[in-house]
């Protein structure tokens, strides 16, 4: 058993409730090798913002449990030696079982999702209690889900979404104990969320999908006030990478993500955590694959990974600043 205290690692108690309290939310990046890693420290580092690195479980099969232990260690080191002890969460993304966040939790995460927003109501309650019970012994937080998000990524897949119900937050949180809320409100996993006969154009020709339902995230906020919620799925889709994709012999479909202004007003409220996966993948891809079609003689993978982390982390430092707004509280 490890415990995350050792790693120098952080739980999300303190941060989500600075969070709501300053109107802000913490970005929850995913990250899947050194690089990524890298990208979103220098980022945070730089913009002074507390951070949640955020592991999937394809992920965790991807990079191998020790080496995530090992690399969170040196992480917290290593924005150590960049000049600022920006708080750092180890979180585990869609936990999908008891034994899966057991697993993380003894492994030096310092937070875990539990996903059974797939599950009957009941059977979600006591799946949530079950590792809310274990978690909360290691001082570890727990978040949980309630609605479904559409989308397909590798390991988290819906067809359609259900938006969450306020009427069942308060009676789920009470008798589940969990640190924060995942709900449903119009955001969907992947970078095919809108697609552009879904939008309409406004005054500057820019295609604008339908706005979040923020009705239901006031009403949550009501019935659970100053409760952290987290949005999932809140990838923004920037155009210039999937057009630099497609430049440079990628085949993406045309696609429109969340509106960075309505992330801004979502983050001003109780939401305290935003999820984001998919831009990162599109900023990483874009640039490596301009550098492939430019550079076809380059066969070092640091001339391609190199731009890529900081194309990387030139996106995770706008997201702080201009949309999260997490920009200068890591010190709080
Ligand atoms: O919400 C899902 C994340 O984007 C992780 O995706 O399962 O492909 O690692 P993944
Ligand atoms: P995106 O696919 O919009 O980046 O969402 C990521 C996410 O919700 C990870 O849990
Ligand atoms: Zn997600």
Same mark, same amino acid.
């Given at each position: 058993?490890?415990?995350?205290?050792?790693?120098?690692?952080?739980?999300?108690?303190?941060?989500?409730?600075?969070?709501?309290k300053g109107g802000y939310a913490?970005?929850?990046?995913?990250?899947?090798?050194?690089?990524?890693?890298?990208?979103?420290?220098?980022?945070?580092?730089?913009?002074?913002?507390?951070?949640?690195?955020?592991?999937?479980?394809?992920?965790?099969?991807?990079?191998?449990?020790?080496?995530?232990?090992?690399?969170?260690?040196?992480?917290?080191?290593?924005?150590?030696?960049?000049?600022?002890?920006?708080?750092?969460?180890?979180?585990?993304?869609?936990?999908?079982?008891?034994?899966?966040?057991?697993?993380?939790?003894?492994? %030096? +995460?310092?937070? @875990?999702?539990?996903?059974? $927003? &797939?599950? !009957?109501? #009941?059977?979600?309650?006591?799946?949530?209690?079950?590792?809310?019970?274990?978690a909360h012994q290691f001082d570890?937080?727990?978040?949980?889900?309630?609605?479904?998000?559409?989308?397909?990524?590798?390991?988290?897949?819906?067809?359609?979404?259900?938006?969450?119900?306020?009427?069942?937050?308060?009676?789920?949180?009470?008798?589940?104990?969990?640190?924060?809320?995942?709900?449903?409100?119009?955001?969907?996993?992947?970078?095919?969320?809108?697609?552009?006969?879904?939008?309409?154009?406004?005054?500057?020709?820019?295609?604008?999908?339908?706005?979040?339902?923020?009705?239901?995230?006031?009403?949550?906020?009501?019935?659970?006030? %100053? +409760?952290?919620? @987290?949005?999932?799925?809140? $990838? &923004?889709? !920037?155009? #210039?990478?999937?057009?630099?994709?497609?430049?440079?012999?990628?085949?993406?479909?045309?696609?429109?993500?969340?509106?960075?202004?309505?992330?801004?007003?979502?983050?001003?409220?109780?939401?305290?955590?935003?999820?984001?996966?998919?831009?990162?993948?599109?900023?990483?891809?874009?640039?490596?694959?301009?550098?492939?079609?430019?550079?076809?003689?380059?066969?070092?993978?640091?001339?391609?990974?190199?731009?890529?982390?900081?194309?990387?982390?030139?996106?995770?430092?706008?997201?702080?600043?201009?949309?999260?707004?997490?920009?200068?509280?890591?010190?709080?």
């Open positions: 058993m490890t415990s995350y205290k050792e790693l120098g690692l952080v739980n999300t108690r303190e941060m989500f409730a600075k969070a709501v913490i970005g929850a990046f995913n990250f899947n090798n050194m690089e990524q890693m890298q990208a979103i420290v220098q980022a945070c580092v730089e913009t002074k913002s507390p951070v949640i690195l955020q592991v999937s479980r394809g992920a965790r099969d991807y990079a191998n449990i020790n080496l995530l232990r090992n690399m969170a260690r040196g992480v917290v080191e290593y924005a150590h030696e960049l000049g600022c002890d920006i708080p750092i969460v180890l979180h585990l993304d869609h936990g999908d079982s008891f034994e899966t966040c057991k697993d993380c939790i003894d492994n %030096g +995460f310092s937070s @875990v999702m539990i996903d059974g $927003s &797939s599950l !009957p109501y #009941e059977e979600n309650v006591a799946l949530t209690k079950k590792v809310v019970e274990y570890v937080t727990v978040e949980g889900e309630l609605g479904v998000l559409a989308g397909i990524e590798d390991e988290v897949s819906a067809a359609v979404s259900h938006y969450t119900k306020p009427e069942e937050v308060e009676d789920f949180v009470s008798k589940t104990g969990v640190d924060s809320l995942a709900i449903s409100v119009g955001t969907s996993h992947g970078a095919y969320k809108f697609t552009p006969e879904q939008c309409t154009r406004n005054a500057d020709g820019v295609l604008v999908p339908p706005e979040l339902r923020f009705d239901i995230l006031a009403e949550v906020e009501k019935r659970l006030p %100053g +409760f952290p919620i @987290v949005l999932h799925g809140s $990838s &923004s889709v !920037p155009q #210039e990478y999937v057009k630099m994709i497609n430049e440079y012999g990628g085949k993406l479909k045309d696609s429109v993500g969340i509106p960075e202004e309505q992330l801004r007003k979502a983050a001003k409220s109780a939401v305290c955590k935003i999820n984001i996966d998919s831009d990162g993948r599109l900023a990483m891809t874009g640039t490596i694959r301009k550098i492939f079609a430019e550079k076809p003689s380059e066969f070092d993978p640091r001339k391609y990974l190199g731009p890529a982390r900081e194309a990387l982390k030139k996106m995770y430092m706008h997201k702080n600043i201009d949309v999260l707004g997490s920009a200068g509280h890591a010190l709080d």
